[in-house]
Structure formats: C-alpha cells, structure tokens
C-alpha cells in the first residue's frame, strides 16, 4: 500500500482543524486525504488523472461519506473544478507531485524497469500517447532535448541516437527494451550509484505526462482561491519540480497582488525515521505558503 509522504508536515502547515474546504490535488490512494479529513477539514475534494487511483481511493475514503468528493481531472484545472462547484476560495490546497508507489508498483503501467512490461508511463490512462507512441514518432533531437532537460542526463544525445537507430529497425515496446537501449548508449566507469536508465526513465515519463508543463500558472490559481488564512502545501521529488516551486512561491510573494506569505524559507524534508521506514520518501521535499487574512 502507498504510504503517504510527509504527512505531519502538511498537517502543520495546511492547519486543516480550522475547518472548511480542502483540495487534494493529487489524491493517490488517498493517504493525505485521510488525514486531513482525520484532522478537522469540513470537505476534501480529491483529484487525480489516474482511474485507478480514484478507485482505491474511493474504497480508502468511504467511511467519510459526503465529506469526499472524487473527481478524475488534471490538477491544473482547479480553476474549472472550483468554479463548476460554485466554491469561491477554499482552506487548503494539497500537491504531492510525481509519480506514486502505487504506480511504479502496479504491474502493465510501465513506469519502472524493474519488470518488462509495455512501455505505457501515462499517469491517465485514458488519453494521450503511451511512452513508446511517443518515442516512436519523435526525431533525435526531440529525444535529446527531452532527456537532457527532464532528466539531466548527460549523455543525452548519445542516448537519443540509439534509440533512433534502434527504432529504424524494430520498434521499441518494452521497458526492458527501453533500458537496455539506454544502459548500453552509456560509458561505464565502475561503480554507478543508480541504475544508467534511471535519470532517462525520468526525462521521458515527465515528457509524456507534461508534468512541469503548468506547474507555475497552477501555483498561481491556486493561491488565488485561497481564503484569508488558507494555505497551500507543496511536496516535489526531483530539482525541476522543486526549482519552479520555490521561485513561483517567491515570485508571488514578492509581487504582494495575493497578498501571498512563503511558510518554508527553506524546504522541508522528510526525517529519518520516514526515510527508513518509506526509502521512496528519501527526495522529498516541502514547501508551502499562505494567503495573508
């Protein structure tokens, strides 16, 4: 089961006992809905892309009734989620963004190496190109470009070669495909730390969920539908993530149109004892702001 990550912390800084709406804008199996909920917020409305996940979540959350309201979206549309709800502001806004346990886990999805399976990685399963569509009709410098900038991977355009030269030939379907592809495009000099996939694992299931895409103008709407007092949480898991984070909230907060105050001059991380107990919590990091009342 997926154990939610950093919970205290955004106990503390979501402050959900004062009551009123609270949006969990990537529900998961709703680990951080359960405790927000357990701690005194009136309404959670969770979002997420994935069906699979409303339905985990929807048997998880049963026993809070009317106070939960699933809806399968993209968290970039809190707007129209708001709005069609006729809610004007709300309490608290929830985003744990990334990938989840329960989808690297889950068997067919295609976001780990670790099994061969079909190269899917969508985070909705409904729509848009699948990995291996997109890798498929993308050029070489598209790849390049995608790994090096989502991934950080150096060996960036030696990676995008080999998938090119690979795809001319025979499709590429499988993570495993994928990886050995990607491993064997990359010197080896001794002991790697991680996997030599890992960092391009990273790059293309970012590119096909377009997970940075947005992430500024979100923060933006909604710290905007915040009530006087609400506050907004944030927890990323990589630098790229974390970097458009750190400087939307500052940016807001210096601008003063919200009238939008950063809580973590710094971000928060998981402790130790989380670390050992949940390894995948190991990269997270916290940050959060609140709409002066």
């Known amino acids: ?68 309201e699933l809806v399968h979206s993209d968290y970039r549309r809190i707007d129209e989620l708001l709005d069609a709800r006729g809610i004007t502001s709300v309490g608290g806004v929830l985003a744990d963004l990334g990938v989840s346990s329960m989808q690297l886990d889950a068997p067919g999805r295609g976001f780990s190496f670790r099994r061969d399976e079909p190269l899917d990685m969508r985070m909705d399963t409904t729509t848009g190109p699948t990995a291996a569509e997109a890798i498929r009709d993308a050029d070489e410098r598209t790849l390049a470009d995608v790994i090096y900038e989502f991934g950080e991977e150096r060996h960036a355009r030696r990676i995008a070669r080999s998938l090119v030269e690979h795809k001319q030939r025979a499709p590429i379907e ?6 050995d592809i990607v491993r064997r495009a990359i010197p080896r000099k001794g002991y790697m730390r991680i996997d030599p996939a890992t960092r391009t694992f990273q790059a293309i299931r970012i590119w096909v969920n377009r997970e940075l895409e947005g992430l500024d103008a979100f923060l933006l709407r909604a710290a905007t539908r915040l009530s006087p007092g609400g506050r907004l949480a944030v927890i990323t898991f990589h630098s790229l993530e974390d970097r458009i984070v750190k400087h939307t909230l500052r940016s807001l907060q210096a601008a003063g149109e919200i009238g939008l105050t950063v809580r973590t001059k710094r971000p928060m991380v998981p402790t130790e004892v989380e670390i050992e107990r949940n390894p995948r919590a190991r990269s997270a990091k916290l940050r959060a702001a609140e709409r002066n009342g």
């Open 1 to 68: 089961m997926h154990e939610p990550v950093m919970v205290a912390e955004v106990l503390e800084h979501l402050a959900p006992s004062r009551g009123g709406v609270f949006v969990d804008c990537t529900l998961g199996s709703g680990g951080h809905s359960r405790a927000l909920l357990e701690a005194g917020a009136s309404k959670l409305i969770g979002v997420d892309r994935d069906p699979a996940a409303l339905e985990l979540a929807r048997a998880a959350l049963s026993e809070f009734g009317d106070r939960v």
């Open 174 to 179: 499988t993570t495993g495909q994928f990886a």
